[in-house]
């Protein structure tokens, strides 16, 4: 059985907090954030408080279930900037996404960006997992990784059906952690 872990809400303000620190110590400057959908709608519209630009969307398709996993053969596009927007063109953006599990999604929505016509872009990703990679990121690509987590089953909030038990399971957690 896979171990899982949960996260609060407030687990992933603080944590996007911090990378909006890192990225603003490192002076890096973005115009605009692309949020990777589903995942990374909601830390990019909570980074977006600490760095004040608009969030665009993309969205593609490589797990076949979420709950189990399973993925495609390859990395689908479902919505996507086509045309690039205006605004956009020639602009630094910041790709959003909730976690860098096997790298796949990410690297592909990357390469994707980089034949558009935009400046620097950036990564943001709430946790990034300890295990190999099946992809490689594009050269030139600033990475910011809120937290380093081991291969687990994360448990987002948002993804909760019932809140409540969602964060009592959190801190049961926390709880045994904290008793070893």
């Known amino acids: 059985m896979t171990k899982k872990v949960w996260y609060t809400y407030d687990d992933i303000h603080?944590?996007?907090?911090?990378?909006?620190?890192?990225?603003?110590?490192?002076?890096?400057?973005?115009?605009?954030?692309?949020?990777?959908?589903?995942?990374?709608?909601?830390?990019?519209?909570?980074?977006?408080?600490?760095?004040?630009?608009?969030?665009?969307?993309?969205?593609?398709?490589?797990?076949?279930?979420e709950s189990s996993g399973e993925t495609a053969e390859t990395v689908r596009k479902i919505q996507w900037l086509d045309p690039l927007p205006e605004p956009l063109r020639g602009k630094n953006v910041l790709v959003v996404d909730e976690v860098d599990d096997s790298r796949t999604?990410?690297?592909?929505?990357l390469r994707e960006l980089q034949s558009e016509d935009l400046g620097h872009i950036g990564v943001a990703v709430l946790h990034n997992k300890l295990k190999p990679k099946c992809?490689?990121?594009?050269?030139?690509?600033?990475?910011?990784?809120?937290?380093?987590v081991e291969d687990w089953w994360i448990n987002y909030p948002w993804d909760a059906?019932?809140?409540?038990?969602?964060?009592?399971k959190a801190e049961t957690a926390r709880e045994e952690q904290a008793q070893q």
């Open 161 to 168: 059906n019932d809140i409540d038990a969602h964060n009592r």
């Open 14 to 65: 603080k944590t996007v907090k911090q990378i909006a620190t890192r990225i603003q110590e490192a002076g890096e400057r973005y115009d605009a954030m692309i949020a990777i959908g589903g995942g990374g709608f909601i830390p990019a519209r909570m980074l977006r408080c600490f760095l004040d630009i608009p969030i665009y969307a993309v969205t593609t398709a490589y797990y076949l279930s």
């Open 105 to 109: 999604t990410l690297a592909f929505c």
């Open 135 to 148: 992809d490689t990121l594009p050269a030139g690509i600033s990475y910011y990784s809120g937290i380093e």
